[in-house]
């Protein structure tokens, strides 16, 4: 019984951990994010997988890119989303998939 209480919860993280990515890359195109970032090359902006890469050991990299969208610093413009759109498009961002 054990067993499959832990498989369903598993399962149930790995669906969610899939959800926060498609959700996340809906987000990058609702919020024009692909009009300057690309998964995988510059554009304007750096790819989201070499920003992954450079906050790949930052434990605060989360919080430290919300704030940076949130406030645009070190970033062109001010992202117009909640705080949870961001949280969500820095998790996506991070995840360089």
């Known amino acids: 019984m054990k067993t499959i209480a832990v498989a369903v919860m598993t399962s149930a993280?790995?669906?969610?951990g899939a959800a926060i990515a498609q959700s996340g890359a809906d987000l990058a195109k609702s919020k024009n994010c692909l009009n300057c970032h690309d998964m995988d090359k510059k554009?304007?902006?750096?790819?989201?997988?070499?920003?992954?890469?450079?906050?790949?050991?930052n434990k605060d990299a989360e919080a430290t890119l919300v704030t940076k969208l949130k406030e645009g610093k070190g970033h062109p413009t001010k992202v117009?989303?909640?705080?949870?759109?961001?949280?969500?498009?820095?998790?996506?961002s991070l995840t360089g998939k």
Not at 80 to 92: F, H, I, M, N, S
């Open 13 to 16: 993280m790995l669906i969610a």
């Open 80 to 92: 117009a989303a909640t705080d949870a759109e961001l949280k969500t498009l820095v998790q996506y």
């Open 43 to 57: 554009k304007v902006g750096p790819a989201f997988k070499d920003v992954g890469a450079k906050y790949k050991d």
